[in-house]
């Protein structure tokens, strides 16, 4: 059964380059392959949660090569998590892409793919060189994405993207060659047992390795101060390409839980939760920016960016209590978030496309043709994302605040969050009631039309709000079981010491 883990990253690698055979064939095939293999990977993401779920670990070594030498994939309760979450959120990005946007470039679905191969590998990989090289595939395929349409109202925030992003990869390279020097290992499972053995004389190099990590996953996971490339360049891509963005700075909180609470977790001995300090305020730090950008928003689309920053700084202020509960909490608030603000880019999509030359700007306007359908879905998305009940936002920013114990963790965490949450209500009300019921006399010419697909594909990410609300409680149990997956390291680190070997390709 160890071959299934292959599937998430054989299936987008397989996928795409079809795609790349078929560049000249009728839209209609590419389309409908394109889905296709979205469909399938949703499948054996599927899949795979079930196997995860017994809690026990999974691996696969590519050509029978053991671990700490060979490439190894390994499968556990986090990894399957963010798999299916990833997939959920291709299927309906992919849908709407489908019958609207796909049409600038022959290329969209083979980058569209390859997006997804990265992110799979990063989720997968059990070596931090090959996290490296997943982060290389999906930035590079980013890229391609974030560049479809033309103007330098879309070049030059790509050209940013690019530019930091670049600079970031080196850095990750230094510092993965920093922690290779002296521990001659790359191994996730293999650097968690050598990091506590680590000499004195050694001990300096090892840290700067390990704060350099932390400062490119704070990059990708858009954290104050790296937090300014992020609102223009989800603002200038197109809508399912923002909205599949919506996962990348996930990249990076999921490469600070993994790495952060294995290699340098609570038996890293003098290195033990390695710069957890500066997380906490950091992250509260990016809350707030978030907030403040998003009050200031002259467009819906800006307004959704800034919550991608709101959300990334809830994220990580929950991890960085440092606790099981806090990293439980997170994990389900981790999915609210990525569905919800995914489905917000969607839905202010077919927002702008019925205003004219009003689009998405927060301004007054001539009154939609769908405006009640249109309002809906906004204001459900808003009030999961600001966290008002009885929606998913409510039960996942209770769960952060009932992590806190009692301290200035705990009145700093309070006080970020429901300050937060209320001046985020603020903004969000103001832009509706602009956008929705501030009308003016006329009429647009030639609104988009509102197919079925794209309301099914905006809809069902928003939707996803009242479905995590339904199945709380198995949601629930499976993170809680997740955190505590993660911090008893134990089996994870018998993988290496068993040196398991299962067959490969």
Not at 68 to 93: E, H, K, N, Q
Not at 299 to 312: C, D, E, H, K
Not at 320 to 330: H, I, N, P
Request: proline share 4%; with cysteine; glycine share 10%.
């Amino acid at each position: 059964m160890n071959h299934w883990l292959t599937a998430p990253i054989l299936i987008p690698l397989l996928g795409g380059i079809i795609q790349i055979f078929i560049g000249y064939a009728p839209i209609s095939l590419r389309r409908t392959l394109a889905l296709s293999t979205t469909v399938l990977l949703l499948v054996s993401t599927i899949g795979l949660l079930a196997l995860a779920s017994d809690g026990s670990y999974r691996v696969y070594t590519f050509g029978n090569w053991a671990p700490p030498f060979g490439i190894v994939l390994i499968l556990d309760r986090l990894s399957a998590l963010m798999l299916l979450m990833t997939a959920i959120l291709a299927f309906f990005c992919h849908l709407f892409a489908v019958h609207k946007t796909d049409e600038s470039s022959r290329q969209f679905h083979a980058l569209f793919l390859f997006q997804l191969l990265g992110l799979n590998i990063a989720f997968l990989t059990g070596d931090l060189f090959n996290l490296f090289v997943a982060f290389e595939v999906l930035l590079i395929a980013s890229y391609g994405l974030l560049m479809q349409g033309t103007g330098t109202k879309r070049t030059i925030p790509s050209l940013h993207y690019v530019v930091l992003n670049l600079a970031g990869s080196a850095v990750f390279l230094i510092s993965v060659g920093m922690l290779y020097s002296v521990t001659g290992t790359l191994n996730m499972a293999d650097l968690a047992v050598k990091v506590p053995q680590v000499s004195a004389e050694d001990l300096p190099l090892v840290k700067a390795g390990g704060l350099m990590l932390l400062v490119v996953f704070g990059l990708k996971a858009a954290i104050l101060p790296l937090c300014f490339w992020l609102p223009k360049a989800y603002g200038a891509a197109t809508a399912p390409v923002a909205a599949l963005f919506a996962v990348m700075t996930k990249v990076g909180f999921y490469a600070i839980v993994r790495v952060f609470t294995l290699i340098f977790g609570a038996d890293a001995g003098p290195l033990a939760h390695l710069g957890l300090d500066w997380l906490f305020p950091l992250a509260l730090a990016t809350l707030a920016m978030g907030v403040v950008g998003a009050i200031g928003s002259r467009s819906l689309r800006t307004l959704i960016t800034w919550q991608v920053i709101i959300s990334i700084g809830t994220l990580l202020a929950a991890v960085g209590l440092g606790t099981q509960e806090g990293t439980s909490a997170a994990l389900f608030y981790l999915l609210n978030t990525t569905w919800i603000v995914a489905g917000l880019f969607l839905v202010v999509d077919l927002i702008a496309g019925q205003r004219g030359a009003a689009a998405d700007k927060i301004v007054t306007a001539p009154p939609m043709y769908n405006r009640t359908l249109l309002s809906v879905l906004f204001m459900l998305g808003a009030v999961a994302s600001v966290g008002l009940p009885p929606l998913s936002g409510f039960f996942a920013k209770l769960l952060i605040l009932q992590a806190a114990t009692p301290g200035p963790q705990l009145a700093w965490l309070w006080g970020g969050l429901i300050i937060g949450s209320f001046f985020t209500l603020i903004a969000y009300s103001r832009a509706g009631s602009i956008v929705f019921w501030r009308t003016v006399e006329g009429h647009v010419s030639q609104p988009e039309r509102l197919t079925l697909p794209l309301t099914v594909a905006a809809g069902g990410l928003v939707g996803m709000a009242v479905v995590i609300v339904l199945l709380a409680g198995p949601i629930s149990a499976y993170v809680d079981a997740t955190a505590e997956q993660l911090f008893n390291t134990s089996e994870y680190l018998a993988i290496l010491q068993a040196q398991v070997v299962v067959g490969g390709l």
